[in-house]
């Protein structure tokens, strides 16, 4: 799951906040789709269309700008009105949803963040993004762009985050960049094309679990046909933009102070002691236990609950490589996974939503009033369809719009013969686009604050140059897989 960064000033001046009567108007909205809730679970029975009404309710609200947590507490509400369900109904569902996959993501999510921070704590991260940047040391400039990336790609992988792993990796890639001429603006493009490159490829990021749940495949699957090509053509798409950007703002004087030149880079970690070599310990160890845990689960097609001993056990392998004493690691471990609390409360309300709604069968209702006719819709512009989603996709939340849109849409595409491997090109693209375009996001923003980097049309521009070609790639593969 992507989180915001707060740019800083760099990034420019903070809009003015929202009048009392546009921040009211979500919570008016809400207060009426309920009321209208209630009317609806009085005057009808499962099953009925009206269960359409709690999801509707979350998409309006959380693109309104409502805080996420509220939105699904709402639109929890809203079922339980519609449904009115009786109490053992009511007990089924909540305990169901304990266990539930969606759930099941959103712990996921919380054990993803308590590795990052273990990774932190030992300086695994730190050692990862100089290792990499050494290998292009005095290679010249295109070959530490692509060290830069892949540092960056590496990371996000790693951790599963793109906010988290570039607020570490920044302060190591910023004075490399600033000594070797790069300007903000092409730091930020080269920070902000690696990192989502290595968001779609992270093995157990929350959204991508999501999507090979969703789309019943597992991650080699994932990568040969849906995050792989992604990958590849940001790498690819890097030779050009990268120095593009370079030429342009380096005419606008967008270089880095004299002082930015001096600070600590990421070549020039310490090369001897104990701890240095403790540190280079437990980074080869973790490499290995990520390697072979996205290894097994290639191979074995491993389910959804895997994530839930890989993730752990890289922890507590890591920690003991660095020596790390089980207490510290136990605080670290938890103070990770403390920070993302809010996000697994807010998965276990989404399995708890789902339920309630599969109490009022509304997809049963639209399949038979209107499956005949949507059975006869081609297979290939549903899915563009379901795919560009993703433009008005919910904020902040990839892995609940892939949630949201497999429950949605599962069932009309499943009818439609699209296959697993066309499901995670669907999903993927409908929980990625809104990444690159076509309008700013937290992501953009995100790595031009780390970066120093003041002028966002350079971000946006890059996003729309990796969204055409990404459109017509995905789009050729739909063909042929469908």
Known sequence: MTQSVTAGPAAGTTPDPPSPVRRSMPWVAAAVALAASLAAGLLSDAPTMWGLLPIAL????????????????????????????????????????????VTIIGLIIVLGAAVGEVLRVTGVADCLVRN??????????????????????????????????????????????????????????????????????????????????AADTGYLTYVLVGAGPLAVLSLLLAAVVVPWVQRRSAGQGDFYRPDELTKDAGGDGPAEGAEAVRTRHATWVFVTVLVLTVFYAALTKASTTFPLIALPLMAVCTAAAARLSPLHALKAFLAGARSLLPMFLLFWLLAVLFGFIDLLQPYDVVLETYGPGLRGMSALPFALTVAALGWVGVPGATAAQVVLISEVFGPLGTSLGITPAAWVIILLWASKADTYGPLPNANMVGAMGLARARRLPYLLWTGWALLIPACALYTILLIVLL
């Open 58 to 101: 979350y998409a309006f609200l959380s693109l309104a700008g409502m805080n996420l947590l509220a939105v699904t507490g709402i639109a929890v509400a809203s079922a339980v009105l519609v449904a009115l369900p009786p109490l053992d109904e009511t007990v089924d569902v909540l305990d169901g949803s304990l266990t539930d996959t």
């Open 132 to 213: 990499i940047l050494r290998v292009t040391e005095g290679r010249g400039t295109t070959a530490l762009m692509y060290g830069m990336m892949c540092a960056c790609l590496v990371l996000v992988a790693g951790l599963g985050t793109l906010a988290g792993a570039l607020a570490i990796a920044a302060p190591l890639l910023v004075p490399v960049a600033a000594r070797a001429g790069f300007t903000r603006s092409a730091t930020a493009v080269t920070m902000f094309l690696g990192g989502c490159a290595g968001l779609a490829l992270a093995p157990f990021a929350g959204a991508n679990v999501a999507i090979m749940k």
